[in-house]
């Protein structure tokens, strides 16, 4: 077993160690520590060392609480955030249902739209229920200048089963 650091005083996130506990345990030291919301709570070093427990749970419940869950744009539960979260869902997760027709054929989500403010800044709210994102090119990428808020109609026009017809009949014509 290391050389034990004393950590008495400090502090790590919403929590200030009090003194070392009586719990014992192999290769691993416990501390007694204090959140900012008063609850004290015996922690092992290497939960404070890597950060990984920075209160006592206090926080996260108030979060869950509030129904809101991103405290940044608080746009956790509107439309607009489903569908931009859905979007990077079928791009970037391959255990999605529809990632082998987004993400699987090479369809990815522009950088800037990472950030839910600009994809909400670019493509705006949505301007009825109905609406949903579509892409322009069926082969592109979402990006502004190739997304719009479509009906259902526009989206089955859109639809690799309706371009490869179009595309054969020109070649017939």
């Known amino acids: 077993m290391g050389r034990l650091i004393n950590r008495i005083g400090q502090r790590y996130g919403k929590l200030v160690v009090l003194e070392k506990s009586k719990k014992k345990a192999i290769r691993c030291a416990f501390w007694k520590c204090r959140c900012d919301c008063g609850k004290e709570i015996i922690l092992p070093s290497e939960s404070l060392a890597t950060g990984n427990t920075k209160s006592c749970g206090c926080g996260l419940k108030a979060w869950r609480r509030s129904g809101i869950c991103n405290s940044k744009h608080r746009m956790y539960k509107t439309p607009e955030y489903s569908v931009w979260d859905a979007m990077k869902q079928r791009c970037r997760n391959k255990n999605h249902p529809c990632y082998h027709r987004y993400g699987g054929r090479g369809i990815s989500v522009c950088k800037r739209?990472?950030?839910?403010?600009?994809?909400?800044?670019?493509?705006?709210?949505?301007?009825?229920?109905?609406?949903?994102?579509?892409?322009?090119?069926?082969?592109?990428?979402?990006?502004?200048?190739?997304?719009?808020?479509?009906?259902?109609?526009?989206?089955?026009?859109?639809?690799?089963?309706?371009?490869?017809?179009?595309k054969n009949r020109e070649s017939i014509a």
């Open 113 to 166: 739209w990472d950030d839910f403010e600009n994809f909400l800044y670019d493509m705006g709210k949505r301007p009825h229920p109905k609406l949903s994102i579509e892409r322009r090119d069926n082969d592109g990428n979402y990006e502004p200048s190739n997304c719009y808020w479509a009906n259902q109609s526009e989206q089955i026009y859109n639809q690799e089963r309706w371009i490869k017809r179009r």
